[in-house]
């Protein structure tokens, strides 16, 4: 069991130094603005060579490793309780490499190191993304300066017998991927340690992969950059910020967001799928993207105003196209009124924002006036929270989105930094990229025009 356990750590470990070299030149390259020397590509795939053989070499050890070990996982939860209560950290670390999949946890003061055979956060994480639905690819396990290729389209002739073919040129571009850290910490009270079982399984299978998952949904859908993210930002996003005055090159790759009703008409959002579409992209991962609500809106809005009632969202399609939902979606934004009260009318006014409003109230771009009004306010120097809700509805073929996972997600369990609270932090690292390789299979719709 020793010889096991030491070959599993220096796989790992050996493992990772390729990684980081390869991040190295991959760094050196980004910095000085050029492609890696002939020097560094050798390099580069030497590594690369390795780390697979690294990878079926931990497979096999750990496979080993648990068939000896059929209490590997109780092993684990062990190592791991027994460093929090002597106040040492844990470190695990998730691989998946090829056809490796495999979990480390590891004691860094002792070098004790357990191998799991671990699908169990990788699939999870994989059917909590609303991404997974709408055909996003992603994989897993990425190096160094990985890019995606993209390609215009060649077309085929038909010709006279006897007639010459011209070449056919196909234009070849590389987008490279440009990978953030992502990190999370949910911190779980010594309480709960001691007195929980399955400590493992309920932190790997459920919680981390739920968070991790709501983390991308986010980035990917969302209106705005998550933490002010440089590189990994969704399409979405990059469409809202091109007309902030501030529009990036990245920015300026994608159309203009356009306006529809807040509740849209059928022909709004057909023309929509019709000014993608004409673009010349495939189209075979289109859909919408949009909030429940919104969702159940279309639901009971008829595609024609007279005649026989159809609904504009049937069995969850619209325009022909599948619907996903997420709250990422949606814009609101909170600002504080003050009323002043004269002669049996009310009016509101800009103001500060206070702990304890008088009044709480959700509206749309267009009826805040109504919505104030229907408080009946009869005094001066009432404070009203207001939240404007805008809804967006998206469009996008995500085949043409990828998301990767570079390296190993890697979390330590830290018994020190909320150790006031008597808690132990549980802290996920690990590094995901971006990429819209058509700019122009995404559109974004803000529902903000008055219903006529």
């Given at each position: 069991m020793k010889k096991?356990?030491?070959?599993?750590?220096?796989?790992?470990?050996?493992?990772?130094?390729?990684?980081?070299?390869?991040?190295?030149?991959?760094?050196?390259?980004?910095?000085?603005?050029r492609e890696r020397s002939d020097a560094e590509t050798k390099e580069f795939e030497a590594l690369t060579r390795e780390n697979?053989?690294?990878?079926?070499?931990?497979?096999?050890?750990?496979?080993?490793?648990?068939?000896?070990?059929?209490?590997?996982?109780?092993?684990?939860?062990?190592?791991?309780?027994?460093?929090?209560?002597?106040?040492?950290?844990?470190?695990?670390?998730?691989?998946?490499?090829?056809?490796?999949?495999?979990?480390?946890?590891?004691?860094?003061?002792?070098?004790?190191?357990?191998?799991?055979?671990?699908?169990?956060?990788?699939?999870?994480?994989?059917?909590?993304?609303?991404?997974?639905?709408?055909?996003?690819?992603?994989?897993?396990?990425?190096?160094?300066?990985?890019?995606?290729?993209?390609?215009?389209?060649?077309?085929?002739?038909?010709?006279?017998?006897?007639?010459?073919?011209?070449?056919?040129?196909?234009?070849?571009?590389?987008?490279?991927?440009?990978?953030?850290?992502?990190?999370?910490?949910?911190?779980?009270?010594?309480q709960a340690i001691n007195q929980s079982a399955g400590l493992i399984e309920t932190l790997v299978k459920k919680v981390m992969p739920q968070a991790v998952a709501k983390l991308l949904n986010k980035i990917v859908f969302g209106l705005v950059p998550v933490n002010n993210a440089t590189n990994l930002i969704g399409p979405f996003a990059h469409i809202l910020h091109k007309e902030s005055g501030a529009a990036t090159t990245?920015?300026?790759?994608?159309?203009?967001?356009?306006?529809?009703?807040?509740?849209p008409?059928?022909?709004?959002?057909?023309?929509?799928?019709?000014?993608?579409?004409?673009?010349?992209?495939?189209?075979?991962?289109?859909?919408?993207?949009m909030t429940k609500s919104m969702k159940a809106i279309l639901e009971g809005q008829p595609i024609n105003a007279s005649g026989i009632y159809v609904p504009m969202i049937?069995?969850?399609?619209l325009c022909g196209l599948p619907v996903y939902t997420t709250n990422a979606v949606r814009k609101s934004v909170v600002t504080y009124k003050k009323s002043t009260y004269s002669s049996s009318t009310c009016t509101w006014a800009t103001c500060d924002a206070v702990d304890t409003p008088d009044y709480e109230v959700v509206c749309t771009p267009n009826n805040e006036a109504a919505v104030l009004a229907a408080l009946g306010c009869t005094a001066s120097n009432k404070v009203a929270k207001i939240t404007t809700v805008t809804e967006?509805?998206?469009?996008?073929?995500?085949?043409?989105?990828?998301?990767?996972?570079?390296?190993?997600?890697?979390?330590?369990?830290?018994?020190?930094?909320?150790?006031?609270?008597?808690?132990?932090?549980?802290?996920?690292?690990?590094?995901?990229?971006?990429?819209?390789l058509r700019a122009e299979a995404f559109l974004l719709a803000e529902a903000s025009q008055a219903n006529s």
């Open positions: 096991n356990t030491i070959n599993v750590r220096e796989l790992v470990q050996k493992y990772q130094a390729n990684c980081d070299r390869i991040n190295e030149i991959a760094d050196a390259c980004e910095k000085e603005q697979q053989l690294l990878s079926m070499r931990m497979q096999a050890a750990t496979a080993d490793y648990v068939r000896e070990n059929p209490n590997a996982r109780a092993e684990a939860e062990a190592l791991i309780r027994e460093n929090v209560a002597a106040g040492r950290k844990t470190e695990i670390t998730l691989m998946r490499s090829g056809e490796f999949a495999g979990m480390m946890v590891a004691d860094a003061a002792s070098g004790k190191i357990v191998p799991l055979n671990v699908q169990d956060f990788i699939e999870p994480l994989e059917e909590g993304f609303i991404l997974d639905k709408v055909g996003l690819p992603m994989p897993t396990g990425l190096v160094g300066d990985y890019v995606w290729p993209v390609y215009d389209m060649v077309e085929a002739s038909v010709m006279g017998e006897g007639v010459a073919l011209s070449d056919s040129k196909i234009n070849l571009s590389n987008l490279a991927a440009a990978p953030e850290r992502i990190g999370l910490a949910i911190p779980v009270t010594n990245e920015d300026n790759r994608y159309a203009d967001k356009v306006v529809v009703k807040e509740t008409t059928f022909a709004s959002l057909n023309l929509m799928k019709a000014k993608v579409l004409e673009t010349g992209i495939d189209g075979d991962h289109l859909c919408w993207v049937q069995d969850d399609k967006y509805i998206g469009l996008g073929d995500w085949a043409y989105q990828p998301m990767g996972l570079f390296n190993s997600l890697r979390f330590i369990v830290d018994p020190f930094s909320q150790a006031r609270k008597d808690a132990v932090d549980f802290v996920l690292n690990t590094d995901y990229a971006t990429k819209s």
